[in-house]
């Protein structure tokens, strides 16, 4: 057998993300993430957390005593940079028998069979984690329902990653640090009048999604977040915050004090050509103008500052998504200030509602 060797070094969240961005994935390519505790060593055996030498003696463990060609991917402790790489991230490593083909493992440290998961440093270890698989999850295009925990294996009986980590709070966790609201009462705060009036609307936004071509990288990873015909869903969300798919609207057919024009409320001090021409009362004129002159240029623009996105398709078509309300350079502006995507919007919260919203609608009219 021959061994694989560790990489041995360990990352704060934001390091960890850049680590990950510098990889290449070649033949191997890992289908989900396998969560395990260590047990032994428990938090309480390991004040500090790990160090180089607890790697090195991870390693002769694995190595020697064990005689595996590897271990597990990732230790996990409640350390600022506690984010350790063991076996190199693009290879096969040792850590959950039928799991080890398709999986990167990651192994938090504690027992979590009797150690507290929701407070003090189990906590810390849960976030540590829970960032090192969203970060691994944007960067592989993995969808994050289909971590795994060890005891999922067929072929175990232990109850790793221990009885108090609940894995449905786990993955929202791991969804919520990706930037994706989590929808937990399907329909949101829309009432049945509205999602009736989305029901109508359906199949113009989805004729208005399928003019769209968008890089096929950003196609991957918001079918994995939203699903198939995630651009309908998007483009109906935007008209039920605007609007409510009319219902917010005057008898004109004007909100916003009569300044933004129809259901996806086009604004007649940006888009004054478009608005005296009286096409905003269609709809799908209105999405058409949108495509070209709102949602693509706002994409493209912020396409250039794709750094301040940490190169993640997902989070720069949020900010396209932030744009409609704010505009693209107001989007800039709020990253490079360290604030939220959303700082610049009305309400502070105006993609994370969309997108709660597209999820809502999805699970309402899909
Ligand atoms: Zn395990």
């Not at 940006?270 to 693509?296: M, P, Q, T």
Request: hydrophobic letters at 40%; glycine letters at 10%; one cysteine or more.
């Amino acid at each position: 057998m021959i061994w694989k060797g560790i990489v041995g070094r360990n990352f704060t969240p934001d390091a960890f993300r850049e680590y990950v961005a510098g990889l290449t994935w070649g033949e191997w390519q890992p289908e989900f993430i396998t969560l395990h505790h260590t047990a032994v060593p428990s938090l309480a055996q390991r004040p500090n957390g790990f160090n180089n030498a607890s790697m090195s003696g991870l390693e002769r463990y694995y190595r020697d005593e064990m005689g595996w060609s590897a271990g597990p991917h990732l230790f996990v402790d409640d350390q600022p940079a506690g984010i350790w790489v063991f076996t190199p991230l693009t290879t096969p490593g040792v850590h959950a028998k039928s799991f080890n083909g398709r999986s990167l493992g990651l192994e938090m440290l504690g027992n979590y069979d009797v150690e507290d998961f929701d407070t003090g440093r189990g906590a810390l270890v849960r976030d540590n984690a829970v960032a090192a698989i969203a970060i691994l999850s944007n960067a592989l295009g993995v969808d994050p329902d289909s971590m795994m925990c060890h005891r999922d294996e067929p072929s175990t009986s232990k109850t790793c990653p221990g009885n108090n980590v609940d894995e449905v709070a786990f993955i929202r966790a791991v969804k919520n640090y990706m930037g994706w609201v989590v929808v937990t009462a399907p329909g949101g705060n829309m009432n049945q009048q509205e999602l009736d009036r989305g029901r109508e609307r359906l199949p113009i936004f989805q004729a208005a999604a399928d003019a769209y071509r968008w890089p096929e990288e950003l196609e991957a990873v918001m079918f994995k977040i939203i699903g198939s015909q995630w651009m309908t869903w998007m483009l109906a969300a935007i008209d039920s915050r605007e609007s409510r798919f009319g219902l917010a609207l005057d008898g004109d057919g004007l909100g916003d004090g009569g300044h933004g024009h129809g259901e996806m409320q086009i604004d007649d001090r940006s888009h004054a050509v478009f608005c005296a021409s009286g096409r905003w009362r269609d709809l799908s004129a209105s999405l058409e103008y949108v495509h070209k002159n709102v949602i693509v240029p706002a994409f493209n623009y912020l396409g250039d500052y794709f750094s301040l996105f940490g190169k993640d398709y997902a989070a720069l078509f949020r900010g396209a998504i932030a744009a409609y309300n704010c505009g693209p350079g107001n989007v800039r502006k709020a990253l490079e200030a360290g604030q939220d995507v959303d700082a610049r919007t009305t309400g502070k919260d105006y993609s994370a509602d969309v997108i709660e919203r597209a999820m809502a609608l999805k699970e309402a009219l899909g």
